[in-house]
């Protein structure tokens, strides 16, 4: 099928799914105990559960892509290749911090260089890549409650897609709606109780390709900077927040731990279903907004993207009160 047609918009999406599905459920049958992740003090999950999700989901995806020839700067692509590569070795060996950080930072300034180097000089590139580093790590964060990451996977990429797609820009919706289908899939084995999880393997290079996508939109003038930020500003300000905290208390923070925003939240009894409905209307409501925001004038995007802000930082003054309200009385 030829890419750019109306009716690859939803043959590649519809794919996508099915290998993905497929492929996870058999990741799931295999139940293979050297990719176990086996419950630990920091770990919000009680029994153990397969970490290495994201193979069938990336194999759906891949696969979906080369069907349908999709055209994508070679920097991604190989992107994709190190960053499954070494997050796979490190579900299963457990890779050293240096190792990753190492690769991340190749693939980021790799990518941020071809594309933004000789319009936008060294200081968009350094930015870029800080940002794309940081995207997928905060996407692994984030990725530690049944449905989480892999529902705002759907809900993110999906409004990636929908934004392109009323642009015109059929190509891209489509590359875009088959990461949210594969998404879709995984979430029907990752939903509360989880019988899968992404591990690093998914978790890393989705991030990854939520700020390399994001900037690939801005530069085709599908939209602005601020757009791909908003969409998945659940996932940016829960991890940025909690990153600078326990900067602040002098903590390691590439440890493990069970202090993220959404973290607390399950702990606190509202539990992994209702902490991951909760995020999706969230994410959903943000989405709806930067869509509608695109096609006003600066001014009012400023607005939106204020508002949220400010939303944002009520609801974990709001968190941080509760908690410290609860534990004095404890």
């Not at 940025?240 to 900067?247: A, D, G, H, S």
């Amino acid at each position: 099928m030829v890419l750019g047609s109306p009716l690859s918009t939803v043959a590649a999406p519809l794919l996508s799914f099915f290998i993905s599905f497929v492929s996870i459920l058999w990741l799931i049958k295999k139940k293979a105990d050297w990719v176990l992740d086996h419950p630990n003090s920091r770990s919000l999950h009680s029994v153990p559960v397969s970490r290495i999700g994201g193979v069938g989901l990336f194999f759906g995806i891949i696969t979906t892509w080369l069907c349908f020839s999709v055209v994508m700067p070679v920097t991604i692509w190989v992107g994709i290749g190190l960053l499954v590569a070494i997050s796979f070795i490190d579900d299963v060996w457990h890779a050293p911090v240096w190792c990753r950080l190492l690769i991340q930072g190749i693939v980021a300034a790799g990518f941020a260089m071809e594309l933004l180097l000789d319009t936008y000089g060294w200081t968009m590139v350094l930015c870029s890549a800080v940002a794309v580093v940081w995207m997928a790590n905060l996407y692994n964060f984030m990725d530690g409650s049944d449905g989480l990451a892999s529902g705002m996977t759907v809900i993110g990429f999906g409004y990636y897609g929908l934004i392109a797609y009323l642009a015109g820009d059929n190509d891209f919706a489509v590359l875009n709606f088959s990461i949210a289908a594969a998404a879709g899939a995984f979430l029907l084995h990752n939903f509360y109780p989880a019988r899968i999880f992404l591990g690093d393997v998914g978790a890393v290079p989705l991030g990854f390709l939520a700020a390399a996508l994001g900037i690939l939109g801005w530069m085709d003038n599908l939209w602005s900077l601020w757009v791909p930020v908003l969409i998945f500003s659940p996932f940016i300000a829960d991890s940025t927040m909690t990153l600078i905290k326990r900067l602040l208390r002098g903590k390691k923070i590439w440890q493990a731990h069970r202090e993220h925003y959404y973290q607390r939240l399950v702990q606190s009894g509202f539990g992994h279903r209702n902490t991951a409905l909760s995020a999706y209307t969230l994410m959903l409501m943000v989405g709806a907004s930067a869509v509608w925001a695109c096609r006003q004038d600066p001014v009012v995007q400023s607005w939106i993207v204020m508002l949220w802000g400010g939303f944002y930082l009520l609801l974990m003054f709001i968190s941080d009160w509760n908690q410290k309200y609860y534990s004095n009385r404890g």
